[in-house]
């Protein structure tokens, strides 16, 4: 029986949440899911860690800084059908702030907002709802 090869592609999103219940969303400017709301993230680069890129696609696309070590794991989405463009992997991580940090879209992103966890909007990008409800109850 011949090999099957697949292109998979890998990518770290990241879960930011204040501390009094609400959490970042970026309105995405591009195909796929033009138009709706996601979590910051993107491709990790060659040579790059998904934690790395977890917090450059943060800043890129929301204005948000952390170091890379500030970034909780919360896991690896990997069903073989969560993006329409093929198979992609993704590293979650998870940041707590204060209330009232400072966002700003950028990059790909053509809103950034402050979304209450009871109040999201009713369809996210890709798996992203599945990936906010893996952080703890206590981490927000």
Known sequence: MPETFETIRYTADVVVTTTDGHVLLIERGWPPFKGAWALPGGHVDAGETSRATAARELAEEAG??????ELVQLGVWDQPDRDPRGRYITVAYHL????????????????????PLNDLPAQLAFDHAKIIDAVPGDAC
């Open 64 to 69: 948000v800084y952390a170091t890379p070590e």
């Open 96 to 115: 707590t702030v204060i209330p009232g940090t400072a966002i700003e879209a950028g990059d790909d992103a053509v809103n950034a907002r402050w979304w």
